[in-house]
């Protein structure tokens, strides 16, 4: 009878050592990381050392797991390397190289991908879709895609949260064929740099409240593919095809074919400022340093909503520095120089403040009705200001030289110009359209007709990227 109750006694103390073991374990170089991850209890840590290539799919499925990498490289194999199947599962630490696809977040909440190294996926470093997803400080290198990830639901809120759903934050991409994708509301994607991006987007994020902030994008669409792409080549793409304010704010973007653009409904209301964009490189009236269409509807001014564009800084592309289309909006104290200018599209928008260098085709170009015009400067460009058909706007306090076509070409109807200042090497004021109000300006005159005689200068071909927008 003692033997028995001494082995029973010795049976459960091991079982309980082995229960607690099962909490924090360490796997060395050679042992089974599958095998710990079985032997785990929810909330556990399994913390893994050195090289490992398990014969097939990682498969972490207990809640609350937390796999640590020390100084740990995973060798990748055809498939997945590793699978979540559980909530609230951390990925931390570890080097994922080669094989087929790194990381299948797999349709479960709470996953965070932090600080790991992702090298030579075949496919996707990061997939899957999820929600309460953080990937932080991670890097990716030569990745055919490096982050594609998808919230389970996303569509139709009505009010922001004040926490992101996705968060893409502090990473660092260096080559891939595409970039980093997310669908979801209230992603986040949040000071990373991104860099040569072979065919696709640095990045692309679909949904409603998206945030945009403080990322680097360094030459992304550089396929030649993509020469003369549309606003759909960019660096920076936001798509927000439902309500809800959309934040694209102090990111640098150069190279690619367009900076930065954003789609969205009449609802989608953007706020894009404080943006540097520089060395756009798609052929006029194809690209844009800063694009922004806020209707999906063809047309001029047919549904178009609420966009503010402020303060950015757009230089050196080969197309247009700004395009927007927008209603109700605000265009203002945007320095754009060496391009094509600026062209804006749309009714009640207030455009100020703004400064265009050195236009290769025209400083601003207006397209709409009963826009107000204040304190922009043009300094070269061949039309200063051009207003194209519309009627009651409004020019105040503008200052226009070194232009080599008419300072203000206007083809609108009852434009009231006060207190503004035009200087060209042809007629300085023209107008196929008419003024209801013409004071205080400099000349005190307007010449009826065309700029140039009805020609554009000799030594600059005509741009075609006018037809293409209007």
């Keep these: 009878m003692r033997n028995l109750l001494l082995a029973s006694l010795l049976l459960t103390l091991s079982a309980a050592?082995?229960?607690a073991a099962s909490a924090f374990q360490v796997v060395p170089p050679g042992s089974s990381i599958q095998d710990a991850i079985d032997n785990a209890l929810p909330n556990g840590?399994?913390?893994?050392?050195?090289?490992?290539?398990?014969?097939?799919?990682?498969?972490?499925?207990?809640?609350?797991?937390?796999?640590?990498?020390?100084?740990?490289?995973?060798?990748?194999?055809?498939?997945?390397?590793?699978t979540l199947c559980a909530d609230n599962v951390t990925i931390q630490g570890f080097k994922f190289v080669n094989g087929e696809a790194h990381i299948n977040l797999n349709g479960f909440t709470g996953t965070k991908?932090?600080?790991?190294?992702?090298?030579?996926?075949e496919d996707?470093?990061?997939?899957?879709?999820?929600?309460?997803?953080?990937?932080?400080?991670?890097?990716?290198?030569?990745?055919?895609?490096?982050?594609?990830?998808?919230?389970?639901?996303?569509?139709?809120?009505?009010?922001?949260?004040?926490?992101?759903?996705?968060?893409?934050?502090?990473?660092?991409?260096?080559?891939?064929?595409?970039?980093?994708?997310?669908y979801s509301d209230d992603a986040w994607v949040i000071g990373n740099t991104i860099q040569d991006v072979n065919?696709?987007?640095?990045?692309?994020?679909?949904?409603?409240?998206p945030r945009a902030v403080g990322n680097t994008v360094l030459n992304a669409c550089i396929s030649d593919a993509y020469q003369g792409g549309g606003p759909d080549a960019a660096g920076i793409v936001v798509n927000n095809q439902s309500s809800g304010g959309s934040l694209i704010q102090g990111n640098f973007v150069s190279g690619g074919i367009v900076g930065i653009s954003y789609f969205g409904t009449p609802n989608g209301n953007p706020t894009i400022q404080f943006n540097h964009v520089d060395g756009s490189m798609g052929l006029y009236g194809e690209s844009s340093g800063i694009y922004v269409h806020t209707s999906q509807r063809p047309g001029k001014g047919i549904g178009y909503g609420p966009a503010t564009v402020a303060s950015n800084t757009v230089t050196d592309c080969n197309?247009?520095?700004?395009?927007?289309?927008t209603t109700l909006g605000g265009v203002y104290g945007n320095a754009v120089s060496n391009t094509w200018g600026m062209l804006i599209f749309g009714s009640q928008i207030f455009i100020s403040g703004n400064v265009v260098t050195n236009s290769y085709a025209v400083g601003l170009y207006i397209v709409g009705d009963t826009n107000t015009i204040s304190s922009n400067v043009v300094n070269g460009a061949v039309n200063g200001i051009w207003l194209l058909e519309g009627s009651n706007n409004i020019i105040n306090n503008c200052l226009v030289y070194n232009c080599r076509g008419a300072g203000l070409e206007n083809q609108s109807d009852s434009t009231i110009v006060r207190r503004s200042s035009f200087y060209s090497l042809h007629n300085p004021v023209s107008t196929g359209g008419a003024f209801s109000q013409y004071?205080?300006?400099?000349?005190?005159?307007?010449?009826?007709?065309?700029?140039?005689?009805?020609?554009?200068?000799?030594?600059?071909?005509q741009p075609a990227l006018f037809n293409g927008f209007i």
């Design 199 to 209: 065919f696709g987007v640095g990045f692309y994020v679909d949904g409603q409240f």
């Design 17 to 19: 050592t082995a229960h």
């Design 113 to 121: 991908v932090l600080k790991n190294s992702f090298v030579n996926s």
């Design 45 to 82: 840590t399994i913390v893994v050392q050195g090289y490992h290539k398990e014969c097939s799919t990682l498969y972490a499925n207990v809640t609350g797991l937390k796999l640590l990498g020390s100084n740990a490289t995973l060798e990748g194999l055809s498939g997945t390397t590793l």
């Design 319 to 325: 197309g247009p520095g700004v395009t927007v289309y």
């Design 124 to 182: 996707d470093a990061v997939s899957g879709s999820g929600d309460g997803i953080s990937i932080i400080g991670n890097v990716f290198t030569s990745n055919y895609e490096n982050i594609d990830v998808e919230s389970n639901n996303y569509s139709g809120k009505s009010v922001a949260a004040n926490t992101p759903n996705i968060l893409v934050q502090a990473n660092v991409t260096q080559g891939a064929y595409y970039g980093i994708y997310v």
């Design 439 to 461: 004071t205080g300006n400099v000349p005190a005159g307007t010449t009826t007709g065309p700029s140039a005689g009805g020609t554009w200068p000799t030594d600059l071909v």
